[in-house]
């Protein structure tokens, strides 16, 4: 299941609607990026940030299916990324 990521609008109205846009914004300042910069940006240190967002989420208890979906990431992407942070 390829899913495309969703518009950075629609991502931040989610986050928003799922009160996590606290959590993401304290994340991307932490690495000195916007939040829109997080998401969108393939450049360092854009990926840390979401890395981090990502093992945020999983702390939170998260499922990998479940970040995948809020982002437009397959679950298998997600899992990556949080190895690599680890």
Do not use: K
């Amino acid at each position: 299941m390829n899913q495309h990521p969703p518009g950075t609008a629609a991502l931040m109205r989610q986050l928003r609607e799922l009160d996590l846009y606290d959590h993401a914004e304290a994340i991307a300042r932490c690495w000195c990026i916007t939040v829109d910069d997080m998401f969108r940006s393939r450049r360092p240190p854009a990926p840390f940030a979401r890395e981090a967002f990502y093992l945020h989420l999983r702390d939170l208890g998260w499922s990998y299916p479940r970040i995948g979906a809020l982002v437009g990431r397959d679950h298998t992407t997600v899992m990556v990324a949080c190895r690599c942070a680890t």
